[in-house]
Each structure stands twice: as C-alpha cells, then as structure tokens.
C-alpha cells in the first residue's frame, strides 16, 4: 500500500453496525452459554437441564464496530403444556424479527427427526444465517465432517462455525462473522446497557438457576420462581441494610414440595443460602432472602400465572 492509499484508508469512515442475531436451536445446545461468552458477563442462567431458557432473553454487546443484540431463545422442542407453546412461540418470533440467524447444534447429538425440524424453520428466515457447530471440546474434530457436509448441502447458510462455547474455541470468529453479517446503522439501546430486562427479572432467574442445580427427572420442569414482594431499605444507612426478596417456587404436586423443602427445611435453605450469595454478588448489596414454595396444581397451563411469569421479563419502557 502506497502513501496515498494509506492516507485514504485512514481518512475512510468506520463503519458503524447495529443488529439483532437470534440464537436458537434444539435444547441444550449451548445458546445461553454463546451468549454469555460474547457478551464476558453471566446473563444467561445456564444448567445441564433442557428447557432451562424460558424467555427471549436480551443480550447487548456495544463497541468501537457497532452494537450486536441478541435474542437467546428457547429450545425448539415438541411443546406438551401451554407454557412450553410460549416458549416455542419465543423461538419462532426470533427467528421473523431477527436481522441475522445463529443456528446452533449440539454435534454429540446425532441428526435426527427434531435437527431436519429446525432446519425447515430456519430455511423460512429471510435474513442471512450462520451454522454454529456447539461443543467442539468433547468430540473429534473429523466427527464433525458429515454434519457440516449435510448443513452445507442444505445450501441455507453463509458459513458453517464450529466453536465450543464453554471453552471460546472458535468464538472470536464466529463473532468476526457475525459483525459481518450486521447491517450499517445506529445503537439500537442506550449502549451502555447490557439488557432490557428488570432487574427483578434477573433475580428470580438466578433463584431459579439455583433450583435447577438441586433437583432432577421431573422437578425441573414443573418449576418456576415468582417474585412475590421486593423491599428497599429507607433511612441515611440504607446502602448497608439489606434489600429484602420474597419469592415463591412454583411446584405441580404435593409431593414436589415436599422433596424442593427437603427434611426439616433442608433443601430449600441450601438453595437460599446459595441463592442469597449470587444474589449480593450481582446486586452488590447485602440481600435478605425468603423463599416459600407454593403449591399450584397445573400451573404450566394456567394463563394468569404465565402472564405474571412472562410480566417479570417485559422489557423496560413496554
């Protein structure tokens, strides 16, 4: 490169790029963790339990190149209860709204009936779309020929990715990609913001992420966290008393809250105490925390619950 041409590329505006990528995919493929990992900060509640994703969860990366805003969904699955046609309605409108596609797979998983599913809904997106071949630290790297071979036939995507989100391997170009990919324009957000969604939001996903980690086969599933009541502390020494969170989980039986209280209050003062300790982390400030399990029989189908459910997450401003 000459001098002149070296000047002109000095001179040439940068360019500024603002969009939204929406990741989905089957369940457990790691899209929260992909999240997380662009974004250097724990948003997402992750776990080793399907469905753990709820919501269309708001992710905002900004910097010198612009500003990528991203719509963790839902996994795609084959919905049983009202709660789980929302979830998969999250999903679906991601995939309409979304300027560009991220989808991602689990490659330990075989391609099957549920994979050639997701495939026929992203081959209806009109934005452009991205392969991402999840979990590349726990399979051989020749394994994964045949599965890019079959993504690469489908002639749907711009490029085939494969990373291990839990790792980074592959991450920073996927992210390179994706900036690509991006349309020119303005910050869509404030950029100095990481979410759109409440604070309280937040809160009861961190509770939950702690019930997750406790219980297992069905207990997963038919539980959910409703933040009951919030107290700020008043007077000169507020900054040092405690903020004070009562929330409820959610259980179907009688039996599910018998194992979540645990003998003589057990489990659920061990999933507080590990609650409480996240949660004075993330808010910075002492918390004091109760919470009560709530027996309500059939709650993934009641419409009133859902909508309190989905009313923590609504965005700031709607």
């Known amino acids: 490169m000459n001098e ?50 709820r919501q269309r969860l708001i992710g905002i990366l900004s910097g010198d190149r612009g500003q990528m805003v991203f719509q963790d969904t839902p996994g795609i699955h084959r919905p049983k209860h009202r709660m789980n046609k929302q ?31 997701l495939l026929d809904l992203v081959a209806k997106a009109s934005g452009p779309r991205v392969a991402v071949l999840n979990k590349l630290d726990l ?9 890019m071979a079959r993504y690469s036939e489908a002639g749907l995507f711009e490029e085939i990715v494969p990373i291990s989100a839990l790792t980074g391997d592959g991450v920073d170009l996927l992210l390179d990609l994706l900036w ?26 961190l509770i939950r992420e702690k019930v997750l980690a406790a219980t297992r086969e069905e207990l997963p599933f038919a539980t959910a966290v409703l933040l ?26 009688p ?30 400030r002492p918390v004091f ?12 189908e009641n419409q009133r619950l859902l909508a309190e459910l989905e009313g923590q997450a609504a965005s700031w401003g709607s």
């Not at 020119?184 to 937040?202: A, S, V």
């Open 139 to 147: 399979v051989s790297r020749p394994s994964l020929l045949p599965r």
């Open 289 to 300: 925390l109760k919470l009560n399990v709530r027996h309500e029989p059939g709650w993934r």
């Open 4 to 53: 002149s041409e070296s000047a002109d590329t000095a001179r040439a505006p940068r360019v500024i790029r603002a969009g939204t990528v929406a990741l989905v995919g089957r369940p457990n493929a790691g899209k929260s963790t992909l999240m997380n990992r662009c974004l250097q900060e724990k948003l997402a509640i992750t776990s080793d339990k399907p469905q753990t994703t």
């Open 255 to 284: 039996g599910q809250k018998k194992i979540l209280v645990g003998s003589k209050g057990s489990m659920i003062k061990e999933i507080g105490t590990l609650a409480r300790l996240d949660l004075e982390a993330f808010l910075s």
């Open 228 to 253: 009951e009541h919030w107290e700020e502390p008043e007077g000169e020494d507020r900054d040092r008393r405690p903020v004070r969170i009562f929330a409820s989980i959610l259980v179907e039986k």
């Open 180 to 205: 690509g990919l991006l349309p020119e324009g303005k910050p869509i957000y404030d950029p100095e913001l990481l979410t759109i969604h409440p604070e309280r939001f937040l809160v009861a996903e």
């Open 87 to 117: 979830m998969v309605r999250y999903a679906l409108d991601a995939l309409a709204d979304a300027d560009v596609i991220c989808m991602m797979t689990d490659v330990q998983q075989s391609f099957g009936s549920g994979e050639q599913y």
